[in-house]
């Protein structure tokens, strides 16, 4: 087999290691090659030219034209040796193209694995007589000092032939077929220049790159693999995706720390920069971290690296000396520096030169014109619907949702009225995907949405779900969209029987209502059409309760809680009063399950349309019966443990409903109770015992014989049963 002509140099590496990015830099200089081949997909050839308007860390995003949403990222650092080989062609003149297996082959595709993971690092680090295979690298390549960089590279190939020629029945056909690629771009590379070739890939792969098979043994290799048209383009990548454990190279644990390394190597102060950043961390959070301490956690770093003979503190002395000197001993503050030191959430830049789609170019504008960048760390903003650009930002951040690009997640935990919202907003880098697969809707955020909102109203079957895109579309504020919603909801309205299914949708169309007028749609035609839903729901509620299993019950209190609240919210008297109407009935029908029973008995009485004598009675009627009587008590207790401790009227009518019955029925009540508060919590159930214990145990006597020794000794049973459910 013909060995590798001498004018093509193999350039070892390991993926996002600033000492190989070194080493690359210096051979590059030393070679002056005519032709740099990189490790990567070859489709995306064409977006080097691109690299002076990138700011790392960026990804290649390449994704299949038909099935957008398929799609892979291969990232680079700064520090990664393939970027620094990328930028030394960009600034020298010299084309660089990638070597590796198309994307079109490998996107979406259920390649063959190799049949055992082989870690060379780890092997080669045993080798050395070390524990950790990071540790080792760090050493050898990492903090390697100058020397000859083809030396350093020839080495690593040399180490890496010897693990090949070990574990040669370990490498997987992907490997193989990934190798084959690489030698067909050499041979084609070979052809197009006569001068000298560097080849940057991975370590692992440097030996099966020295030899040149025949060119039918590789393209056998190749034969039958996946075709499809790939786009690409770059994106913005951050250091917190580059920790994640996949993707292209795998994840790095500390890319803050490797970031740090690269900048700080010609000035030789990396240690003790790093220190000085560690206190600007602390102190930011008004933890002490004086200079002084600084100092003393330098010297510690170097005392702990003599000691295990490393030629400099690593990632491992340098966080121990932070424990030790600058945290402590504590945990919590080191935790602090890790994240925003050794993984960091620096987020790269794309140039406006960089081809995008249409739509991912307009979203960018809207980004600009609201003030509203992409930032990889987390951020508060409260919106003031009355305010244009507060609006515009609503709207925008509601339309990507659409679109499944969960740029902002709405703070439900945050009450602030109709015309305020709040927003958590977070920009992952892997939502270039997403956004990728949302253009073939649109070439704008706008007419994207619209499109997908016309599409759900067409396909929607259900009320509630109609009344989710009516939702959606006028938060979105496009009125077509509205239009195409209100007619679903019209349609799957009239074809729904069902109480449920038409009282379900009542709180989105609430919500649609009340907040309607600051989204400029007129309020009272989506009020008409919840006045029409509530109307046949409270018609049929009583109905659907009767005859009915556990299940349907547990549906029907949802959809029951759900319309309380709608109508309360939004209703107008008339309907109102039509739906208490309704509950009225449901509770006066014996038929009816006693879980939407319970509950709606439960609703009245705290809307004061049943007064506690009749709510009494009620609970006494139940518990005689042969059937349904834990089912009426569990939902009319449910989601009471606050209340029943907090609210005097519901306490005194529970207390006052056991200590009335006789001796009999109370034995007879007591597992009905246990299993109605068995869905509190714990510390539920200690809060309400000891309100039984100081304001409970009442002195009516249900059968004539009851006697405060006898209440006193039920309170204790009903502690006892209280902090005993749900055990």
């Not at 398929?70 to 003149?93: K, L």
């Not at 929607?460 to 006028?474: I, Q």
């Not at 009020?527 to 547990?554: K, M």
Request: proline fraction near 6%.
């Amino acid at each position: 087999m013909p060995a590798l002509p001498e004018r093509v140099s193999l350039l070892g590496i390991r993926h996002h290691g600033p000492g190989s990015a070194r080493m690359v830099l210096a051979a590059l200089e030393t070679l002056r090659p005519e032709l740099v081949l990189v490790e990567g997909p070859p489709e995306a050839d064409g977006l080097v030219e691109h690299v002076g308007e990138l700011v790392p860390p960026v990804a290649l995003l390449m994704h299949d034209e038909a099935e957008p949403s398929t799609a892979a990222f291969w990232p680079f650092a700064r520090f990664s040796p393939e970027w620094q080989a990328m930028c030394w062609a960009h600034h020298n003149g010299v084309p660089l193209r990638f070597a590796d297996l198309p994307a079109a082959a490998t996107l979406g595709a259920e390649d063959e694995p190799d049949p055992v993971s082989v870690d060379p690092l780890g092997v080669l680090a045993e080798a050395a007589g070390f524990d950790d295979p990071e540790r080792w690298w760090e050493d050898v390549v990492e903090h390697s000092g100058a020397g000859d960089p083809l030396a350093l590279a020839t080495a690593v190939t040399e180490a890496m032939t010897a693990l090949r020629e070990e574990f040669e029945d370990h490498v997987g056909p992907r490997t193989l077929r990934r190798e084959a690629q690489m030698r067909q771009v050499i041979r084609q590379g070979l052809k197009e220049v006569t001068g000298p070739i560097a080849v940057v890939c991975g370590a692992w792969h440097a030996p099966a790159l020295r030899e040149l098979p025949t060119v039918s043994a590789d393209n056998a290799l190749l034969r039958g693999l996946p075709r499809k048209k790939v786009s690409g383009t770059w994106v913005p990548w951050s250091h917190g995706r580059l920790a994640a454990a996949g993707g292209y190279g795998a994840g790095i644990a500390a890319p803050g720390w490797y970031a740090h390394l690269w900048e700080r190597a010609e000035a030789g102060d990396a240690v003790p920069r790093w220190f000085a950043r560690a206190c600007q961390v602390l102190r930011a959070e008004d933890l002490p971290a004086s200079t002084a301490s600084a100092v003393e956690a330098v010297r510690l770093a170097d005392a702990l690296a003599a000691l295990r003979g490393r030629p400099s503190p690593g990632l491992a002395e340098v966080s121990e000396a932070a424990l030790a000197v600058l945290c402590g001993g504590e945990d919590t503050p080191l935790r602090l520096v890790h994240q925003q030191l050794v993984i960091g959430e620096e987020l790269g830049e794309v140039g406006a030169g960089v081809p995008r789609s249409p739509l991912a170019a307009d979203l960018e504008r809207l980004q600009r014109r609201l003030r509203l960048p992409a930032s990889a760390t987390e951020r508060q903003l409260r919106l003031d619907l009355r305010k244009d650009t507060d609006r515009e930002r609503s709207k925008l951040l509601r339309r990507l949702r659409v679109l499944d690009v969960q740029w902002g997640e709405p703070d439900s935990t945050r009450g602030l009225g109709t015309f305020a919202e709040a927003w958590r907003v977070r920009w992952d880098p892997s939502m270039a995907v997403a956004v990728a697969a949302a253009a073939r809707h649109g070439t704008t955020v706008a007419a994207a949405t619209e499109l997908v909102l016309h599409q759900r109203a067409g396909s929607v079957e259900k009320v509630a779900k109609a009344a989710d895109v009516l939702w959606y579309a006028v938060g979105c504020e496009l009125p077509a969209a509205v239009t195409a919603a209100r007619r679903a909801l019209d349609r799957c309205a009239a074809a729904a029987t069902d109480a449920v299914e038409l009282l379900s949708a009542l709180p989105s169309l609430a919500g649609t209502v009340r907040y309607g007028s600051v989204r400029g749609t007129d309020p009272e035609l989506l009020r008409l059409a919840l006045h029409g839903l509530l109307a046949r729901g409270a018609v049929g509620l009583p109905l659907a309760c009767r005859g009915v299993d556990d299940e349907t019950a547990e549906h029907l209190v949802t959809a029951l809680d759900a319309a309380q609240e709608a109508a309360g919210l939004a209703a107008d008297e008339e309907h109102k009063s039509l739906w208490r109407n309704a509950l009225l009935k449901l509770v006066g029908l014996d038929e009816a399950h006693g879980l939407p029973a319970g509950r709606a008995t439960r609703l009245l009485w705290e809307a004061g349309d049943l007064d506690t004598d009749r709510v009494a009675a009620r609970l006494h009627r139940v518990v005689s019966t042969a059937g349904g009587a834990t089912m009426f008590v569990t939902g009319f207790l449910r989601g009471s443990a606050a209340l029943l401790a907090a609210d005097p009227r519901l306490f005194d009518l529970i207390d006052g409903w056991l200590t009335g019955l006789s001796a009999e029925a109370f034995a007879d009540a007591v597992p009905l109770l246990r299993k109605a508060v068995g869905d509190f919590s714990a510390a539920e159930r200690r809060t309400l015992g000891e309100r039984v214990a100081t304001g409970g145990g009442g002195t009516s006597a249900g059968d004539g014989a009851w006697d405060e020794p006898r209440a006193q000794r039920l309170s204790a049973h009903v502690r006892g049963l209280l902090e005993g459910a749900g055990r």
